[in-house]
Nanobody, 120 residues
């Protein structure tokens, strides 16, 4: 199993930005697509967006389209989630995942999650 470790979460004011990182600890990423999910208190875990193995293709749900950007640096064995124009409703624990699907039940590997809080 490839451990995935997220970092970069924290407290930010509405309209601010954060960049989350997801690293494969101790190994290289599998040649597989990856994605970001989030889970707010009392809600189900939801898909945010994904990126192909090559990094040439990305997908975002409507709620974050135009504000969030997913990228990956295979040389650094790291995937990123750049979040701009953050809103209070973006508050959640964010998880990176090795997956080719937006269905949480089909995820191959999960990270441990990192908290993002958007509040003034």
């Amino acid at each position: 199993q490839v451990p995935l470790v997220e970092s970069g979460g924290g407290l930010v004011q509405p309209g601010g930005s954060l960049r989350l990182s997801c690293a494969a600890s101790g190994r290289t990423f599998s040649p597989y697509a990856m994605g970001w999910f989030r889970q707010a208190p009392g809600k189900e875990r939801e898909f945010v967006g994904g990126i192909s193995w090559s990094g040439g293709s990305t997908y975002y749900v409507d709620a974050v389209k135009g504000r969030f950007t997913i990228s990956r640096d295979k040389a650094k064995n790291t995937m990123y989630l750049q979040m701009n124009s953050l809103k209070p409703e973006d508050t959640a624990v964010y998880y990176c995942a090795e997956t080719g699907s937006g269905n949480p039940s089909e995820v191959r590997y999960w990270g441990q999650g990192t908290q993002v809080t958007v509040s003034s």
